[in-house]
């Protein structure tokens, strides 16, 4: 069955330091991943998206995030965060048997300065 | 070229009122999805639609809620009879022509709706 999972509801990081919001999935066949990204009374901005190729995935804001088929996982990552990056993240799969793209719950980022 | 529009933005409706959402996709696109958020919470699908079809509506309740997507003009989510459990972010989102579980689908401001 087609699932998204986004084990944390909140991350804190420091200005500065490395940053990781984690996502795991499960879709038969090859998966279509996505990172979108939430700012407050505002609707989803997306990020980027996996579909085959290069496990690394560039996308916007000077985030990238993983593909791991072996650990079914797809971890947004940004080398220094920015107090800026603060917001709601959503981790989504589709592709394979899926009908539809379905959605994580969300993790809450919070850079401190 | 416009992003997806979406209006009312802010919707305020009595117990027992009709809310009537919405949502013109970005120019090209022929899908549109509707999500449903509650505060502090995730999005919940609701349904999926391509032009004069709906495609997947497992995630509109039984009663009281439709959608619609005419050849032409804007997308609709209705709300018959609201109740203060309908009050949330309503989201919509298009698609360029493609299958649902792949396009990258991109998002509305959203329309909050408040029951009084």
């Known amino acids: 069955a087609q699932s998204v999972a986004q084990p944390e509801d909140q991350v804190n990081v420091a200005e500065g330091n490395p940053l990781t919001v984690k996502c795991t999935y499960s879709v038969s066949g090859n998966p279509y991943l996505f990172w979108y990204v939430q700012y407050p009374n505002r609707g989803l901005q997306f990020l980027l998206k996996?579909?085959?190729?290069?496990?690394l995935v560039k996308g916007s804001y000077g985030f990238e995030a993983e593909f791991n088929k072996s650990q079914t996982s797809f971890h947004l990552k940004k080398p220094s965060a920015l107090v800026s990056d603060s917001a709601l993240y959503f981790c989504?799969?589709?592709?394979?048997?899926?009908?539809?793209?379905?959605f994580g719950s969300g993790t809450r980022l919070s850079i401190r300065p | 070229n416009a992003g997806v529009m979406q209006n009312p933005r802010h919707l305020v409706r009595r117990r027992g009122q009709e809310a009537r959402l919405r949502c013109s996709p970005m120019?090209?696109?022929?899908?549109v999805y509707w999500y449903r958020q509650l505060p502090e919470e995730g999005l919940k699908f609701m349904v999926y639609?391509?032009?004069?079809?709906?495609?997947?509506e497992s995630g509109m309740p039984k009663e009281r809620f439709s959608a619609e997507f005419p050849k032409e003009g804007p997308s609709i989510l209705r709300i018959q009879q609201v109740v203060r459990g309908d009050s949330a972010a309503y989201f919509c989102a298009s698609s360029p022509k493609g299958t649902g579980a792949t396009d990258t689908q991109y998002f509305g401001p959203g329309t909050r709706l408040t029951v009084l």
């Open positions: 120019k090209g696109h022929s899908h």
């Open positions: 639609l391509q032009k004069e079809n709906i495609i997947d």
């Open positions: 996996y579909i085959t190729g290069d496990n």
């Open positions: 989504a799969s589709g592709g394979g048997s899926a009908s539809k793209i379905i």
